[in-house]
């Protein structure tokens, strides 16, 4: 397009302000809350387990404006002690924080309260974790199991055929894959052990119920 001169205009490439703002609801920031032990187990495990960072689930959590809103409404004034709190960073979108701070201030209810409250609701994704894990468990040792009883075998053809032979060194390759498989297991259950010492019923305990808490 020309201008008045007759020149070529300059192409427009400024962004839709809808897509600006988009982009800008999707930058990370850092918060930081103070919420029980319980709660961070939770969010640690679940987000482990999902194969997801802590800012993805926090994200899910904290714009779900309905559920937020439901559960802010059941703790107007609510004051929480700071007694068993652990201080811990999280990096969310700037849309999340927006809207965990808005709705907590609409019902002058506590961050951290609602927090904790959207955890709990985490809770059934944690007892199914908890019975994949303990299969693991078994199912591991069933491996490795087998993993000996195809050692012994490759030691028998090695043996019998030598280890130069072309059915020894076509094992020894199925082997060496079958091993590292086995390690990278053992990795996933290590890594899903937090779940063992997990105690769901410490952390209902430790979240507020609507209705506790010190009112002013």
């Known amino acids: 397009m020309m201008n008045e001169n007759g020149q070529q205009k300059p192409a427009d490439r400024s962004l839709p302000r809808a897509f600006s703002d988009d982009l800008r609801g999707r930058q990370s920031v850092r918060a930081t809350f103070k919420l029980t032990e319980g709660c961070i187990n939770a969010i640690h495990i679940v987000a482990a387990h999902m194969g997801i960072k802590q800012k993805s689930l926090f994200d899910h959590l904290m714009e779900d404006i309905q559920t937020l809103s439901m559960i802010a409404r059941q ?6 002690s700071s007694a068993g709190r652990i201080q811990k ?22 961050r951290d309260v609602l927090i904790e409250l959207s955890v709990q609701r985490l809770l059934p994704i944690i007892a199914e974790v908890r019975k994949n894990h303990a299969k693991r468990k078994k ?4 491996i490795q199991a087998h993993l000996a009883g195809g050692a012994a075998l490759l030691a028998q053809i090695s043996h019998e055929l030598g280890e130069d032979d072309v059915v020894h060194e076509e094992i020894a390759t199925v082997m060496a894959h079958y091993a590292q498989a086995v390690e990278n297991i053992k990795a996933l259950v290590a890594r899903g052990r937090a779940i063992e010492v997990f105690d769901e019923e410490v952390l209902k305990r430790q979240m507020p119920a609507p209705g506790d808490g010190e009112q002013p």
């Open 89 to 110: 960073t999280f990096v969310l979108s700037r849309r999340s924080l927006y809207s965990l701070e808005e709705i907590a201030s609409s019902f002058n209810a506590p």
């Open 139 to 142: 199912t591991l040792v069933d």
């Open 75 to 80: 703790l107007p004034n609510f004051r929480l």
